[in-house]
């Protein structure tokens, strides 16, 4: 695992990719930390941090398009199956070498609320725990991307999803305020989401029985639920897209929040979706 994390880490810095990533990261932290905290003179450093959450958008699918779609196009990937280690080891050597390029740019980070003490009361305690909150999110972000990559062969349609994920966890808080509350409408959401589900079930382990098992148990569900007890759907879209908010725990630390269980919450769907990656790789290896 060693050797692979040392590669795709030495990757990230023979060619631009790593450089561009870290350039933007610094750039868009100091010019919001210069609006916020020098033009309009918040002390809070969290302010700069939680502003710079579009860089995500931007950037974290052109950092995980090509780690492991590039090497699907190019039948690289035969060299993962027939490698002297796991599957395993492989896939969290290449996810450890691209938290490892953002770690380097938040460890820089971590100096910024140090230099702006020296201008104001800042405190620490907030901007640091904001910094981490950060970072996890970012670790999950990349995990998505890295799941998105394992999928396809094609770097382009591996970033264009990826942003389309992130755009949507981006703009769940504003949608979750226009969706309707009757559990009409909740059931045909939920039946979509479920249907989504099991897209990802059969690219995941290419079986229409298993996809279409769970597209059936889910829906079945659903439907039951309808008619038996209908008004425990009512107010459940808010509840299951809030769930999935990102963002959401994240904008709480800015306002001195501190929430143990979001840091819990990032590190188990960032467990999640390398799992998820794990197994794709498994599946095409006994292909």
């Known amino acids: 695992m060693l050797a692979i994390y040392k590669k795709e880490l030495r990757g990230y810095f023979t060619s631009f990719l790593g450089y561009l990533f870290l350039s933007f990261l610094l750039i868009f932290v100091g010019i919001y930390q210069y609006v916020y905290n020098f033009r309009m003179e918040y002390a809070n450093f969290a302010y700069a941090v939680s502003g710079i959450s579009t860089f995500f958008l931007l950037l974290v699918p052109m950092l995980t398009m090509r780690v492991l779609a590039e090497e699907k196009r190019q039948k690289t990937d035969q060299l993962i199956f027939t490698a002297p280690v796991s599957v395993t080891r492989v896939i969290l050597g290449k996810y450890l070498a691209l938290i490892s390029v953002f770690a380097v740019g938040m460890l820089i980070v971590c100096v910024y609320p140090l230099v702006l003490r020296n201008y104001g009361d ?144 990032y590190l188990t769907l960032t467990f999640l979706f390398v799992f998820l990656t794990i197994q794709a790789i498994k599946k095409r290896r006994w292909e």
């Open 122 to 265: 800042t405190n620490l305690s907030i901007a640091y725990s904001t910094i981490l909150a950060f970072f996890l999110l970012g670790c999950t972000y990349m995990a998505i991307g890295m799941f998105i990559s394992s999928i396809t062969e094609s770097q382009v349609f591996a970033a264009v999803m990826t942003f389309v994920v992130i755009l949507f966890t981006w703009l769940i808080d504003l949608v979750i305020e226009m969706l309707p509350t009757d559990h009409l409408t909740a059931y045909f959401v939920l039946l979509g989401c479920a249907a989504v589900i099991a897209v990802v079930l059969y690219l995941l382990m290419k079986s229409v029985l298993v996809s279409g098992l769970a597209l059936l148990l889910g829906g079945g569900a659903l439907t039951a639920l309808l008619f038996a007890e209908p008004e425990l759907l009512d107010g459940s879209l808010e509840r299951v897209f809030g769930w999935i908010s990102l963002l959401a725990r994240f904008e709480n630390f800015k306002y001195g929040i501190f929430e143990g269980s979001a840091y819990f919450y």
